[in-house]
């Protein structure tokens, strides 16, 4: 082999080992951003429960404070 056919070899070897690594780390990051949509996912129904949790106190809250307002004039 001349000494520009081993340069070839060695620059293709690098090239492969490149595009596997950055396979991986795109792998990796996909993997990583389906996780992120999961725990998002969870915290959307964490927030719709407590939402639903305040509004069921504070309508009653209103009603009685409106009622209370209404039946003493």
Known sequence: MSGLE???ARL???DEQINFRLERLENRV???FIEMRGEIGGLRGEMRSQLFWILGLLIP????I???L????
């Open 70 to 73: 209404l039946l003493r004039g």
């Open 12 to 14: 293709e070897g690098a």
């Open 61 to 64: 809250m209103w009603i009685t």
């Open 6 to 8: 081993e340069r070839m």
């Open 66 to 68: 409106i009622a209370t």
């Open 30 to 32: 996909d993997a990583g």
